[in-house]
């Protein structure tokens, strides 16, 4: 068996500048922010979502 193999040509041009997207990009980031959007994240799968009090009680 034989699988088909897709070539494809990578201009060193588009390269560079893709490259430096995702460099400006991750350099937005502030990691704290996301490590304490994680940290939130984890605890909310282990104990659920907070849930808002009702408006009205119950008579």
Given at each position: ?59
């Amino acid at each position: 068996m034989s699988e088909s193999t897709i070539k494809i040509k990578i201009d060193p041009k588009n390269l560079q500048a893709a490259i430096k997207r995702v460099s400006d990009f991750w350099a937005t980031i502030d990691a704290e922010k996301l490590a304490q959007l994680c940290l939130e994240e984890q605890d909310m799968d282990l104990i659920g979502r907070k849930k808002e009090r009702e408006k009205h009680q119950l008579d």
